[in-house]
């Protein structure tokens, strides 16, 4: 959906900002334990029952982490071989907990439905509308392990939804009750943040700061862990954890002692075997160095905002890009070039498209220091459409977290884990960074915009290499010189011990960018199979049939508005190496068509300027249609703070925000209202 970013003050918007700042074990838990029990620091004794090796990681640390961000449980099931074949060794879920349902319930990531949903918990128990069952959990983390594949789950235990009658009983019944679920500076918000007692008891953007050093809870949310592990988890994200004290920090009114994060690190089944890492974003009096040591990793966001930065510049200096910048030494840091909340609070998505992504990975994944994260970002994302063109809670997201560059990288790291790391810049050239592992691999990446030629010192064992990005370039190594060539934005995987072959998977998709479907009307869409031997296509779970390449197929004529439609294509590779699933959501609405001539009003707060714009929009088909750039046309003054917008073109699909150049209505980072004729607007 269409982001302004003018407004931050509203309840939602705010409340999204803030993410950047115990139930029965699984039926069949003890089978899950016991190989849970082969486990050490995160790690499994990388057994794989799937039909390939894949070359994965046995340590987290040492792999990197797909961030499955709003893919369901049965989305990420389903996509597992995808997720091996990539080299991921360990997937990221969005949070499992029971959370706030809105008012249309809806899953959209922005619009009828929210993401930042599931972030508000309203009982500590697995499942929720958005991602989907426990039993689907479990399965899950099944199909998880049959791939050597290490699972680690979104946990938030800082706060709980504002609604708190939609917190559930079972939880304020074990805690003691409501007043003792919270801290007594738990609905005062935070103005200080650079004070710990307020950063570590208040609630921030509306959201009721958790007694987190009440037992009752620590032993509630304990349980859920153990329920997480239970099903098959390997490790946990802490959302927010510098919101939640340290041993030392000051204490809440009711609370004795700070001895949160010494319990769910230690009282936890399998405590030694579970990879555990806390959300620290830096600034403020984070005090992540001792982070460091209650939780045993944190994020490293001042790394993640220093790659940006040098990606967007193309000045890749090896200088500004070693130190983590997390200030303690031999830090044990999960990294990422962007994370969920970046993208979705500081609009820096729109300084990096997907290819300045991609570069920017391949430094960060490359390294020995720290654990790479890749968030995946909604389907069809773009710097003008953020939450893509499905815009759906469950769907798969965008899949470059499969190109054939990152997964070039990603194989890379896992072949060369125990191997030192060194960055430079070759021949000087600040636009070219080189990341050596040892003398068994390096990987080059261009940030400028001309090629270059190379004739670069290296460590690099003698011989000639295969750029595993592309299989064909060669580089040569003779006597410690690298020479080759790297064209602009280039990037170059180089290594010859520890390569493995993985058989290429099939590849499904469709033709369409256009996920809406009008009720009453139907969508014409093309299928697409490479390198399959087999492919079927299903609707709504419905009989699989057999299609080839190029094959049409419609529907959605008889959905009716508000439902969706759900497309899956499968594929098997004539190997038999397994089978690549790819689901797809068309999202039915009524007819929102708009003709000529419809005119509507807007009555003006009085707080607001007395000039006021009507941004008008279509991004239904994928690109954005506008009827001028933003803040779009001025609306004429019919007097009485009354203004009206009339259409000078028919429209499909239109969407109308209203705003004054500084307030708008809906608030930045929400879709626009439908237009209805003659209907008068308010904020």
Known sequence: MRKRGILKSSLAIIMAAMLICPAAGCSGGDDNNDASSNMTSGQSDGTQTADVNYGLAENIVDGAILHAWCWSFNTVKESMRDIACAGYSAVQTSPANECLVGANGGMQISGEGKWYY???????????????TKDEFKAMCEEAHKYGIKVIVDVVPNHTTPQLDSVNENLYNAVGGKDNLYHENGFNEITQWG??????????????????????????????????????????????????????????????????????????????????????????????????????????????????????????????????????????????????????????????????????????????????????????????????????????????????RVVAVNRFRNAMVGESEKLSNTDDNKNVILIERGTKGAVLVNGGKESCTLNAKTTLADGTYTNRADGSTKYTVSGGTLTGSLPAGGIAVLYNEGYIEVPEA?????????????????????????????????????????????????????????SAVKLTLKANTSAGSGETVMSYYFTVQEDRSVKNGTKVYFQKPSNWKNKIYAYVYDESGGSVKEAASWPGIECKDEGGSKYSYTFSEAWDNALIIFSDGTNQVPAANEPGMVVEPDKTYTA
Request: proline share 3%.
């Open 118 to 132: 599931h972030y508000q918990p309203t009982d500590w128990t697995i499942g929720n509308y958005q991602l989907g």
């Open 195 to 404: 004070n710990r007692l307020q950063c570590t008891t208040g609630q921030m953007g509306g959201l009721p700061d958790v007694n987190t050093e009440n037992k009752d809870f620590q032993d509630y949310f304990i349980k859920y862990l153990n329920e997480c592990i239970a099903c098959g988890a390997d490790g946990f994200r802490y959302d927010t954890a510098k919101h939640i004290g340290l041993p030392d920090d000051p204490k809440d009114e009711k609370s004795t002692e700070n001895n949160f994060w010494k319990r769910v690190t230690t009282e936890i089944t399998n405590a030694d075997k579970i990879f555990n890492y806390g959300e620290v974003l830096q600034g403020d009096n984070d005090r992540i160095d001792a982070y460091q040591e209650a939780i045993g990793a944190t994020t490293a966001s001042s790394y993640g905002a220093a790659l940006r930065s040098a990606v967007s510049s193309g000045k890749l200096n090896a200088d500004n890009l070693t130190d983590l910048k997390i200030g303690v030494d031999d830090p044990t840091a999960v990294t990422w070039v962007e994370s969920h909340d970046n993208y979705c609070n500081d609009s820096s998505y729109k300084s990096l498209d997907d290819e300045a992504v991609i570069r920017a990975w391949a430094i960060i994944c490359a390294r020995k220091s720290g654990t790479p994260l890749f968030y995946d970002r909604p389907y069809g994302a773009t710097a003008d459409n953020m939450w893509g063109t499905m815009n759906r809670i469950g769907a798969a997201g965008n899949p470059f977290y499969k190109d054939v």
């Open 506 to 562: 099939a590849s499904v998709s469709i033709d369409t960018d256009s996920f809406i479907i009008s009720e009453g009307s139907n969508i014409s869409v093309t299928l697409k199979a490479e390198n399959a031997a087999t492919a079927t296509y299903s609707i709504d779970g419905g009989e699989a049939k057999e299609y080839k390449d190029g094959d049409k197929v419609e529907t959605g004529k008889d959905a009716k508005a508000g």
